[in-house]
């Protein structure tokens, strides 16, 4: 197996930086569009078969030294009676936001292999299709994040109905982080067992709260899912987390993923040295390519030159418009820069 991923996970020597992208399996790739069809991506998700095709076809496609397994942050939350759609070019909207206290109380229980057993076929599924070329990681999304969908209803721009519900209701707050932890933690530990060597943990949009809110109020919800999880390496991810580093550590993290408006060298410090940093070239470089974008990865392998721990990605997903040889430009040129140092 190509173990560059995990070692620098591990904060160990890795024969190489490694890189993997968040989406690396979507529509600016034309093997997925082929896959997919005209299949909506839940039901594409809800596919063994087909999920572990798309998963394992972008490993191909792109020479990344990881996977990731093939689903949305949104489908645990079927199982707890959340009932939705995922729009093009939009995002989840939710049919019943959960809003009152009455709606938090109506929440179900996940059972993840019950519920989602197109998903655990999916992962045993992909191991044996990348016959142990790279690890796989799996992901779930952050209690915070997923909570935001459920109560916003679909994407909004400051979260204002979320953090009205944080601050104005702490007690109906405590009692959706406490489900939607549980939710989390079956889920993500049942992806263990099934055979991940990695989990990612998705906080897309924690990156809207002031350090002391995320400390308070979405911090000791996120320790309790990491601290639940053994045996592999767990990767933190916050789009906008500039402001959070020192707080978002304290999450019991092995990895920190974050985007392209922290200097990635900071990071390191900044977590007191305790964890591995993965990202951070903004998504848009890869977009429009070319010696911008060489100039961007030379400048972050600069940055963490001499770091131990440094997993090589973008800030954020793949956007649609990325020229698939992009990538396989920073995937080839990551490599070569970093094994020739050594
Ligand atoms: O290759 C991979 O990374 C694996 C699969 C993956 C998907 N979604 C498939 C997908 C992963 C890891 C996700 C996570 C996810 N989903 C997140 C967390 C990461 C992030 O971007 O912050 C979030 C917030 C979602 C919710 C979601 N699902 C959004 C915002 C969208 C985009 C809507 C659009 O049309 O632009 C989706 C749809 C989605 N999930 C796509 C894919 C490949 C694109 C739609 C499609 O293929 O039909």
New binding site residues.
Partial sequence: MNTTFLDACNRKEAEHTPVW???????YLPS?LRI?GEM??TE??KDPALASD??VD?VKALGVDAA???????LPLEGIGVRFK???????IVSNPTRTPGDVEALGTLRPEDDMAYLYQGIESTLRKLDGAVPLIG?S?APF?LAA?MIEGG?SRNLEKTKSMMFSEPEVWRSLMIKLTKTVKDYLNAQVKHGVQAV?L?D??VGCLAPEDYEQSVLPYTREVFASISGVPRIH?C?DSAPLIEVFHQSGADVLSVDWRVPIASVWTRSAGKTAVQGNLDPAAAVAGGQVMERKISSILESSRGRTGHVFSLG???A?ATPPENLRRVVEMVHDQTRRRR
Wanted: charged share 15%; no cysteine.
């Fill in positions: 992208f968040m989406r690396q399996a979507g529509r997925y997919k909506a991506i594409l998700a798309a998963a972008a990731i397994v093939f689903s949305d942050i949104m995922i729009q093009e070019n939009v995002g989840p992901f999304g994040t969908y994407p990612q998705f897309s949009w991810f789009a954020h997903g793949v649609r």
